[in-house]
């Protein structure tokens, strides 16, 4: 009976998108945030160049 029920197309279409949500959370969840990789550290090579062609012209 089992078998039967799983062999039919649209629960094995639901299991399916089940068992790939469920992968995509533990996925997701295996991976901490780690904020030090998304946040600048300081001012970009572009800022200081700025800054010293503005001190230069003062």
Not at 25 to 31: C, F, G, N, Q, V
């Amino acid at each position: 009976m089992l078998v039967t029920l799983l062999a039919s197309n649209p629960l094995r279409h639901r299991l399916t998108a089940l068992a790939e949500g469920w992968q995509r959370l533990l996925r997701m969840a295996s991976k901490p945030y780690r904020p030090e990789l998304h946040y600048m550290r300081g001012p970009g090579p572009k800022c200081q160049a700025k800054q010293l062609s503005e001190r230069a012209g003062l």
